[in-house]
């Protein structure tokens, strides 16, 4: 078993920042990818950035320039910085990590962005 830790959460105005963490333990061998979705109210989850074992990175389009992720290899331990958050960022944000063939959810943090 693999769990996913998620924490940095909250409530931030536009413009501001915040930062993400995800921390997986357990059962871990060697973790190939991982990443942050996101889902608001009524939407699909939808891919926010992803990083691979090597640091090889990608991004959804609307938030290239102002995300950026990385990660710990160490600590299996991945980070989404986001800053220039605007409303629509705000949704609940999953970490995400695959193992082989294997992937594996966070439960899940909440990020709202409003004045």
């Known amino acids: 078993q693999v769990q996913l830790v998620e924490s940095g959460g909250g409530l931030v105005q536009p413009g501001g920042s915040l930062r993400l963490s995800c921390t997986a333990s357990?059962?871990?061998?060697?973790?190939?990818?991982m990443g942050w979705y996101r889902q608001a109210p009524g939407e699909q989850r939808d891919l926010v950035a992803t990083?691979?074992?090597?640091?090889?990175?990608n991004y959804a389009d609307s938030v290239k320039g102002r995300f950026t992720i990385s990660r710990d290899n160490a600590k299996n331990t991945v980070y989404l910085q986001m800053n220039s958050l605007k409303p629509e960022d705000t949704a609940v944000y999953y970490c995400?990590?695959?193992?082989?063939?294997?992937?594996?959810w966070g439960q899940g943090t909440q990020v709202t962005v409003s004045s």
């Open positions: 995400y990590t695959r193992m082989g063939v294997r992937g594996y």
């Open positions: 357990g059962s871990i061998v060697s973790i190939d990818v």
């Open positions: 990083i691979n074992r090597l640091g090889g990175t």
